[in-house]
Every structure is written in structure tokens, then in C-alpha cells.
């Protein structure tokens, strides 16, 4: 028991040095003569303000320099140049599938996943009865952890599991094997979808709902006067009003995407074949097994941030063409 | 719409058979609605009563064709099973430990920094305060090495430190922006008339702003929760020792030893659902606050 009081210990210290660091920096700011607001304001953002010093500013320098290292923890990192970009990019024989698996994987799940949520948003918009027990039980897939259902569609997906029992049928029709989804290198992916799809679709039907119910009813009404029928209603006001919103969940899902993690630990994919995340592979090479190369998984931790940073350009340049601001004119 | 472009029958005619063909269309289109939702929910449902039934069968029963929803006998003392097989009691203390004092810390100090932005003019806070937005979007692993180094050098790696200490530093920064919003709305009476009242700024902001912004903080509270309750890759970096496991680990450890010689499903889904039932009952207690945190970002942003 005496690890809980070791991090105790650790604890109060480090919250009694924050209290009494923000104590003397308001006291300082104010005898060098600066206003007792703005003091006050430095004073209650100094938490965050370390944080981001300590926990993001210098690990992110950290880590560019030691992707330009080789360092496994025990010998001080040396210096190497380019060489884990380009030397162990092009040796390191799981990257590209990697690389391949995390983009498909948010590609194609992502937008089913907005087009399933946003079909289920519009009914439960539709002011049907229990509208909150709808909503309720959508959303509970969302609420299980990450790993329990992982753990689950591990064991649906199995090769007897659920899964394969309820689609025998289908599969004696068309003259098909069942499949063993996670260990067949062509069906590991759709599985990865189909379980993605389960666990996410019901947050995103919550938050869509939330913007559907913010749609003025006399924009639809006035639809129905200029005799616009139902796809005119869904294409020329539901649609933009809640581009918004879509382009909020756009932007969260896709940064999920990349970083997917846990179904790539708990599911073993052939990293050569059918690729595996690449938060598993930084994680692997930085952590797993005996030899670590701290060095190349800050490396891929640095492409990983590159390939986030150009998809999120690229939606937000491409969200000029077709997301909707009420209040923005041109 | 239908009526708009047929041509005029009598008058008595159009006037029912319109407002009968609406409400036949309205009927269908209410069957297909509730036949869509149902099958949905089926979708969502089906596979967790197969997680539960799982967990209530024997393990000759788990591949038993064909397969049935509800095994013969319930068994129940699976659940027991697992609690002897490894010391559960130890990875759900370690959990409540790691969840309560980073939960705890994040609350706390994203409610300090938040108040900071939201009510205090000083040089830089506007830049501040994207730059800390901008953190949201950066991917943790980035991070995650030299910060793993730096607990490395304090000597913290297999302690729950890493796990719970660096909530204290405003971890979080959707929690932040959350809280301003709400700070935003507040009039600036309520803070006037307690600093007449002769109330510091600590005072002012424990008994009267915190209170007024006390469902945002059960919002915060809930997501960060399940936040800290499901978080699997820190555990997974600084946690070696079995008896320092959280729950999630335990799960992953028997995960790893599941193989075709010993499917043991029915112990594994019992753990995943010991494990997902106290933030099920969390979320049917609270839900109100689990909708609010997901949809504020959103809405109001």
C-alpha cells in the first residue's frame, strides 16, 4: 500500500508548490507595478501556463530532436541526422502498410459513420415518441470503454463468433468461406470499420441531433410553400444548417482516426501484411520489446503530426465550399 | 405537396381524400421511422446481450450450436471466478485511486485557468488562449516519449504519479474551454457585489462563481471520469507490476492469454463487464451531464 503513498506524497507537493507558485507570481507582478487584475489573471492561468511549458512546449522540441538521434534510453541519444526519416522509413517494412491501414481506416469509416449518425439523427429529429430513450440507448456504445468493446467485437468477430453464425446463410448463398475477420489480412480492415462504426456512431448522432433541433422550423416551412418536397428540404436546409456541426465531428473523427490505438494492441495485425496503427508502431518501437528506439518513434510521432496537421488544413480550406455560417456574410 | 400539382376535383372530394392521403403518407412514413430505429437499436443491443449472456455461460457452452442467447443455467459464480482468478479488489482500488485524484486535479485547476480567461484582462490572453485550443489538436504521442523520459528522471515509472500529478497542471484543455463558456455567461454583478461584500478573489471564486457553473463542472466531472476510468495507454507505459494494475491492464494481461486451446470467453466477457458497469450506471445517473459535455463544444463553438 505504501505506492499510494508514495503518489500522494507526490501529489500534495506538487499541488502545494502550484498554489504557492501562483501566490508569489501575483505577488511579484504586482510589486513590479502591474495592475492587480492582469496579475490576478497571470496568477489563475499559471497552472496551465507550466503545463504547456513542461508537458507539451519542451516534449515537442524534445522529440524533434531526438527523431534526429539514435537513442535507446541507456546511452546518452547520438546524433544521426536524417537517418530515421529516411534510412529506417525505407527499411522499416511496416510502415507504409501502417501508413496505408490508419488512412483507410479513417477514409471509409468516417464518412459512413456521419452519414449513418446524421440518417438516425434526422429520425430522431422527426419528434417521435421517447425521443430521450432513443437517445439513450444510441449513445451507450459510446459510453462503454474503448477496450471493453474491443474485447467484444473480438469475440462477435470471431471466426464461430456471432457474427459469422447469423451471416452463414449468406455466406452458403454466395459460395464463400466464413471468414476469420481479424486474422485474414483482406478482411481486417472491414472488421476494424464495422467496430468503429458500432462504438462511435451514437456519440456523433447526440451531437448531430443537438444541431438539427437548432434549425429554425420556418425555414421548412417555407420550403413546403415554393412546393419543395422532401429531398429539397434534406439537400437545401438541413444539409447546410448543419454543416457545421458536421464539420466539428468531421474534424474530431478524423484526428481520432489517426491516432487509433487501442484495437491495434488488443487485435494482433500483421504490421508487414495488413499494417497495423501508427500509434502502435511508435508505441512498439518506443516501449515494446528489448531494444528501444526512442529515437525512430519520434520520428514517426513527427509524420504522424505532419500527415494530422495537412488533413486538417486541407478540411478546413476545403469547408469554405461547403460549410454553412449563419452569421458569416459574402 | 402531392395535392399542389393534381388537377382539381370537386371540392368536398379534394378536402378529404388530401388530408386523407397526408395522413396515410404521415402514417408510413411514422412505420418506417420507428422500423428504421427499431432495427438500430437492435444493432446497438444484440451485441451487448451477447456480451452478458457470454459472460453467464459455461465454456463448453460458448461454441455450442446453434447458438443460443441465454445459456441453460446462468452461471453466475463466473463472475466470482474472476474475482479469484486474479486480485480484482487491488485493480478497482487502483483504479478509483488514479481516477479520483487526477479527476480531482483536472477539475479543480481547468476551473482556475478557465476563470483566468473568461473574467481577467491581461497582455497576451487572447494569444494564450488559442495557443492553449491549439494544443487540442496535437496528437498525445508527440508528447508521450520525453514525458515518459522526464518521469523516467524523477524515478516514477511503475507509480501511479505519471497517471494522477500531471492533472494539475490543467490537463485538458476541452474542459477549459468548456467552463469559460459558461464563466462567460455570468453577469459581472454577481462578482462586483461579493468583492463589496469584501470577498477576495478566491473567495469569489469558491462561493459564488463555482457554484453558478456547477453543472459544467458535472459535465467535466462525468467526461473526465471515463476519461481517466478508460484510459488504457498510460497504465500501459508506466504501470510493470501486477499489483499496481487498474482494471483495464487486468483485462489486457487475460486478453493476451486467450487462445484457441483455452477460449475462456465467457470469464472475459465477465470482465468487461465488471469493468463497463460503473460507468453504465454513471451515465444512466447522469446522463443529462454526459449529452451537455459532448454538445456544448459543438453547438457553441
Redesign the interface.
Given at each position: 500500500m505504501d505506492?499510494?503513498a508514495?503518489?500522494?506524497i507526490?501529489?500534495a507537493v506538487?499541488?502545494l508548490g502550484?498554489a504557492i507558485a501562483m501566490f508569489v507570481v501575483f505577488q511579484v507582478l504586482v510589486r513590479l507595478g502591474m495592475k492587480r487584475?492582469?496579475?490576478?489573471?497571470?496568477?489563475?492561468?499559471l497552472?496551465?501556463?507550466?503545463?504547456?511549458i513542461?508537458?507539451?512546449a519542451?516534449?515537442?522540441l524534445?522529440?524533434l530532436y531526438?527523431s534526429f538521434t539514435n537513442y535507446n534510453?541507456f546511452q546518452p541519444p547520438k546524433w544521426v541526422g536524417l537517418d530515421n526519416y529516411i534510412k529506417w522509413l525505407t527499411n522499416d517494412r511496416s510502415f507504409w502498410p501502417s501508413l496505408r491501414l490508419t488512412l483507410l481506416y479513417g477514409l471509409i469509416s468516417l464518412p459512413i459513420g456521419l452519414a449513418l449518425s446524421l440518417g438516425?439523427a434526422m429520425?430522431?429529429a422527426?419528434n417521435?415518441r421517447g425521443v430521450g430513450v432513443?437517445?439513450?440507448?444510441?449513445?451507450?456504445?459510446a459510453?462503454?470503454?474503448?477496450?471493453?468493446t474491443i474485447?467484444?467485437?473480438?469475440?462477435?468477430l470471431g471466426s464461430?463468433g456471432?457474427v459469422n453464425?447469423i451471416l452463414s446463410p449468406v455466406y452458403n448463398l454466395i459460395g464463400m468461406d466464413k471468414p476469420s475477420w481479424f486474422v485474414d489480412e483482406r478482411y481486417a480492415l472491414p472488421g476494424l470499420i464495422i467496430m468503429s462504426l458500432?462504438g462511435v456512431f451514437?456519440?456523433n448522432t447526440?451531437?448531430l441531433l443537438?444541431?438539427l433541433k437548432?434549425i429554425p422550423t420556418h425555414l421548412y416551412e417555407a420550403v413546403?410553400l415554393d412546393?419543395?418536397?422532401a429531398w429539397a428540404k434534406f439537400r437545401h436546409i438541413t444539409l447546410p444548417m448543419v454543416s457545421p456541426?458536421l464539420f466539428?465531428?468531421l474534424v474530431l473523427g478524423m484526428?481520432a482516426a489517426?491516432?487509433t490505438?487501442?484495437p491495434g494492441?488488443?487485435i494482433k495485425l500483421n504490421s508487414l501484411t495488413t499494417g497495423t496503427f501508427l500509434?502502435v508502431l511508435?508505441?512498439g518501437n518506443?516501449?515494446a520489446g528489448g531494444n528501444s528506439r526512442?529515437g525512430y518513434?519520434?520520428a514517426l510521432?513527427?509524420i504522424?503530426?505532419v500527415i494530422?496537421?495537412v488533413l486538417?488544413l486541407l478540411v478546413f480550406r476545403s469547408s469554405a465550399l461547403w460549410v454553412y455560417y449563419e452569421g458569416e456574410r459574402k | 405537396?402531392a395535392t399542389?400539382s393534381t388537377p382539381a376535383p370537386p371540392k368536398t372530394a379534394l378536402r378529404t381524400s388530401g388530408i386523407g392521403s397526408m395522413k396515410v403518407r404521415r402514417m408510413v412514413s411514422?412505420v418506417i421511422?420507428?422500423i428504421?430505429?427499431v432495427l438500430?437499436?437492435l444493432?446497438?443491443?444484440?451485441?451487448?446481450l451477447?456480451?452478458i449472456s457470454?459472460s453467464l455461460k459455461t465454456e463448453s457452452e460458448l461454441?455450442l450450436?446453434?447458438?443460443r442467447l441465454f445459456p441453460e443455467v446462468p452461471q453466475w459464480h463466473n463472475y466470482i471466478d474472476v474475482w479469484r482468478i486474479q486480485p480484482f479488489t487491488q485493480f478497482f482500488m487502483n483504479t478509483i485511486?488514479i481516477t479520483v485524484?487526477a479527476m480531482g486535479?483536472e477539475i479543480l485547476?481547468c476551473a482556475?485557468?478557465a476563470?483566468?480567461?473568461a473574467?481577467?484582462?491581461?497582455?497576451g490572453?487572447d494569444i494564450?488562449f488559442i495557443?492553449?485550443l491549439g494544443?487540442m489538436?496535437?496528437?498525445?504521442?508527440?508528447?508521450?516519449?520525453?514525458?515518459?523520459?522526464?518521469w523516467?528522471g524523477f524515478e516514477?515509472i511503475d507509480?501511479?504519479?505519471p497517471l494522477?500529478?500531471?492533472a494539475?497542471?490543467?490537463?485538458g484543455p476541452a474542459y477549459?474551454f468548456l467552463l469559460r463558456q459558461f464563466f462567460l455567461t455570468i453577469p459581472h454583478e454577481m462578482e462586483e457585489a461579493a468583492t463589496i461584500d469584501g470577498a477576495n478573489?478566491l473567495q469569489t471564486f469558491f462561493y459564488v462563481m463555482l457554484p453558478l457553473v456547477k453543472p459544467a463542472l458535472l459535465a467535466i466531472a462525468v467526461l473526465s471520469f471515463?476519461g481517466n476510468?478508460?484510459n488504457?495507454?498510460a497504465p500501459?507505459?508506466y504501470i510493470n507490476t501486477l499489483?499496481?494494475y487498474p482494471v483495464?491492464l487486468a483485462?489486457?494481461a487475460f486478453?493476451e492469454s486467450l487462445s484457441k486451446e483455452a477460449p475462456k470467453?465467457h470469464y472475459?466477457?465477465a470482465m468487461?463487464v465488471i469493468?463497463?458497469l460503473p460507468?453504465?450506471a454513471l451515465?444512466?445517473a447522469a446522463?443529462r451531464y454526459?449529452?451537455e459535455g459532448?454538445?456544448v463544444?459543438?453547438?457553441k463553438?
Open positions: 505506492f499510494y508514495r503518489t500522494l507526490d501529489y506538487v499541488a502550484m487584475e492582469a496579475a490576478t489573471g497571470y496568477a489563475l492561468i497552472p496551465w501556463l507550466l503545463g504547456f513542461i508537458w507539451t519542451y516534449p515537442i524534445a522529440s531526438y534510453v438516425v429520425l430522431l422527426r417521435v432513443w437517445r439513450t440507448l444510441y449513445y451507450l456504445p459510453v462503454i470503454p474503448a477496450v471493453a474485447l467484444l467485437w473480438r469475440w462477435l464461430e456471432l453464425q458500432w451514437g456519440a447526440v451531437i443537438a444541431g437548432n413546403e412546393g419543395g418536397g456541426t466539428y465531428t484526428i489517426v491516432k490505438f487501442e494492441i488488443f500509434q511508435v508505441y518506443a516501449f526512442m518513434a519520434s510521432g513527427w504522424m503530426l494530422i496537421m486538417t | 405537396m399542389v411514422d421511422t420507428y428504421l430505429l438500430g437499436a444493432v446497438v443491443l444484440i451485441p451487448l451477447w456480451m457470454t461454441f450450436l446453434p447458438l485511486f485524484l486535479g485547476t482556475l485557468v476563470y483566468g480567461f473574467r481577467f484582462r491581461f497582455p490572453r494564450l495557443i492553449m494544443t489538436m496535437l496528437p498525445g504521442i508527440i508528447t508521450l516519449i520525453p514525458t515518459f523520459l522526464i523516467r516514477r507509480t501511479f504519479t494522477t500529478v500531471g494539475l497542471f490543467a490537463w477549459i478573489t471515463t476510468w478508460n488504457f495507454q500501459l507505459i499489483q499496481k483495464i483485462l489486457y486478453s470467453w472475459m466477457m468487461t469493468m463497463s460507468i453504465i451515465y444512466f446522463q454526459f449529452i459532448l454538445t463544444g459543438a453547438v463553438g
